[in-house]
C-alpha cells in the first residue's frame, strides 16, 4: 500500500509510542470482558490514505469493544526512510503491538549454497522477532498456502498478509477520455503504443508518471513479468522466479540475455509517450494532478493502491484500471500481482493477546471487506470476492489466471543497484545512456556481488 518500485527510498521522522501499562486479556476477539485501566495498544503502519482511514475506524472499533483501552496508531511515509526508522525504533524500544510489514515470501530465503542472509521481514523472522500465527483461530478465514508462500518459515506462519496490490506495469487510465478518441483498453503491446500515437496526434500527452520516484520501472517490471512467464501455468511463477534466480548465480543466465534486451527496448518505447516533465514529478502529488487533468494523460502509472487517493482528488472522474499488454499475445498478457502489507506481531509485544484481538477483529469478514473497499486491494479471504468498486471492473474479469509477480535473482546485501537490473533512472529517455551499456553494467555488478 504505497509506491513500491524498487527504486523507492524510504523516509520521515520518528515517533516512539509509550507503553502505558500492562493489561489482562479479554474472553472475546472482538467484544472483551473486563475493563483495563490504562492500556495503550500499539499499531505501527505506513502512510497511505485508505488503509489508513480504515484502520482508524477499526481502532474506534475496537477501543468500543475493550473499555480501558486506548489503540494508538504510528504512520510514517514509505520515503527518505521514514518507515523504517520508525518500526526499528518501536521494536528497539519493545513499546509495539501490530506491525505492517512487507511480506518476504519464499524469495527472501536464499538456499544455503549461496551464503546470503535473509533481510527485512525475513530477517526478523528468521531471528525469533515475530509470533508464529498460524495456529490463531483468525487465521481460518485466510488461505494457508497463501498465507504460508507470503510470510511462511519452517512450518510456522509469522504474519496475516491482509493485502495484494498490481503494481508491475500498473496502469490507471480515464474513460471517457478513451472513448472520446475512440479507444478501448488495449490487448497487446502493439495496440498500447497505437493508442498513445493516435492520442500523440490528437495533441494530448498520453502518460502521466512519477519518474522522480521511479514510477516508470513498472512499464519495465510489467513487461518483464508478462515476456518471461509466457507458456507458464500461474501457478509455476513461483517456480519460474526460483530457477531463474538460481540461473543467474550459476552463471547460466544474465542481465545481457536477449530477453532483457527485448524488455529494455519495450520500456524505452512506451515513455516515448509520459509526460516530457516527468523526471520532476513527485509520487505524492502525481496521482491527484493526474485525476484533476480531465482533458489531458489518459494513463497513469501508478500501483492499484492508490484508488482511493485519485477518487477523491476527482470523484466525478470516471476512473478505470488495467495492466500494460507486454506482448503481441494476449494470452499471456496476464495480471501479475504483489503480496503487500501484511501484520505482524513482534515477539516482546507488552499487549500480545489484545494485538491478537485486534487481529482478529480485522479479520472478521465485514470489516475485511471494509478494508478492501478502502484500499482497492486484492482480497486474500478466498470467502471473499474482490470488491464492486467501478474501477476494478476489468481487475475482476482479469483475475482467473493472474500470477505472483515474480521475484529478482538473489543479490547480496549492499550490491549495488544496477546488480539486480539496468538502472531506469540512467535509461532513455529518462536518463542517457543506451540499453546495451546499463544491460553491460548489470551483468558485471551482479557477477561481482556473488564473487563469480
Known amino acids: 500500500m504505497r509506491s513500491r518500485t524498487p527504486f523507492t527510498i524510504l523516509a520521515a521522522t520518528v515517533c516512539l509510542a509509550t507503553v502505558l501499562?500492562?493489561?489482562?486479556?479479554?474472553?472475546?476477539g472482538s467484544g472483551g470482558s473486563g475493563a483495563k485501566q490504562n492500556v495503550t495498544l500499539t499499531v505501527a503502519q505506513w502512510t497511505n490514505p485508505g488503509a489508513v482511514e480504515f484502520t482508524k475506524e477499526l481502532n474506534a472499533k475496537f477501543e468500543k469493544a475493550h473499555p480501558g483501552v486506548t489503540v494508538k496508531l504510528q504512520t510514517a511515509p514509505n520515503a527518505n526512510g521514514a518507515w523504517q526508522q520508525l518500526w526499528n525504533s518501536m521494536l528497539q524500544s519493545k513499546s509495539l503491538d501490530v506491525l505492517a510489514q512487507f511480506p518476504p515470501t519464499q524469495q527472501g530465503y536464499a538456499p544455503g549454497y549461496t551464503n546470503l542472509k535473509p533481510g527485512g521481514a525475513a530477517a526478523l523472522i528468521t531471528s525469533g522477532q515475530l509470533t508464529d500465527l498460524k495456529d490463531q483461530p483468525f487465521m481460518k478465514q485466510y488461505d494457508p498456502e497463501v498465507q504460508a508462500a507470503a510470510v511462511g518459515y519452517k512450518g510456522g506462519v509469522y504474519g496475516v498478509m491482509a493485502a495484494e496490490y498490481v503494481g508491475a506495469g500498473a496502469i490507471w487510465y480515464k474513460k471517457d477520455l478513451l472513448a472520446k478518441h475512440g479507444l478501448s483498453?488495449?490487448?497487446?503491446y502493439?495496440?498500447?503504443l497505437d493508442a498513445c500515437e493516435k492520442l500523440k496526434k490528437a495533441g494530448i500527452t498520453p502518460i502521466f508518471v512519477s519518474a522522480q520516484s521511479g514510477m516508470h520501472g513498472g512499464v519495465w517490471q510489467g513487461i518483464a513479468?508478462?515476456?518471461i512467464m509466457k507458456g507458464h501455468q500461474p501457478s509455476e511463477s513461483v517456480k519460474v522466479s526460483e530457477d531463474r534466480a538460481t540461473a543467474f548465480w550459476k552463471g547460466t543466465q544474465s542481465w545481457t540475455d536477449?530477453?532483457?534486451?527485448?524488455?529494455?527496448?519495450?520500456h524505452t518505447?512506451?515513455?516515448q509517450y509520459i509526460e516530457p516533465n516527468a523526471a520532476g514529478v513527485s509520487q505524492q502529488t502525481a496521482p491527484g494532478v493526474w485525476a484533476t487533468k480531465a482533458d489531458n494523460y489518459p494513463f497513469l502509472l501508478d500501483g492499484?493502491?492508490?484508488g482511493l487517493t485519485i477518487q477523491q482528488a476527482?470523484?466525478?472522474l470516471n476512473l478505470g484500471f488495467f495492466a500494460l499488454p507486454g506482448t503481441d499475445d494476449p494470452a499471456a498478457n496476464r495480471v501479475a500481482f504483489k503480496p503487500d502489507l501484511t501484520w505482524v506481531v513482534p515477539t516482546t509485544a507488552p499487549h500480545k493477546d489484545l494485538a491478537m484481538q485486534w487481529l482478529a477483529m480485522f479479520s472478521e469478514p465485514d470489516n475485511y471487506k471494509k478494508w478492501l473497499e478502502k484500499t482497492g486491494s486484492i482480497s486474500t479471504q478466498p470467502a471473499l470476492q474482490n470488491t464492486g468498486l467501478p474501477w476494478m471492473d476489468w481487475l475482476n474479469g482479469h483475475m482467473s489466471d493472474a500470477f505472483p509477480q515474480l521475484t529478482n535473482p538473489w543479490i547480496p546485501a549492499g550490491a549495488p543497484i544496477e546488480a539486480g537490473g539496468p538502472d531506469l533512472y540512467k535509461m532513455k529517455p529518462i536518463g542517457s545512456d543506451s540499453i546495451d551499456s546499463l544491460l553491460s553494467a548489470s551483468a558485471s555488478a551482479y557477477r561481482k556481488s556473488v564473487g563469480k
Open 269 to 271: 518505447e512506451v515513455l
Open 190 to 192: 502493439q495496440e498500447f
Open 258 to 266: 536477449p530477453v532483457y534486451k527485448e524488455i529494455s527496448k519495450r
Open 314 to 316: 476527482n470523484p466525478k
Open 225 to 227: 513479468n508478462q515476456m
Open 185 to 188: 483498453v488495449p490487448t497487446t
Open 21 to 28: 501499562g500492562a493489561c489482562t486479556t479479554p474472553s472475546s
Open 304 to 306: 492499484s493502491w492508490d
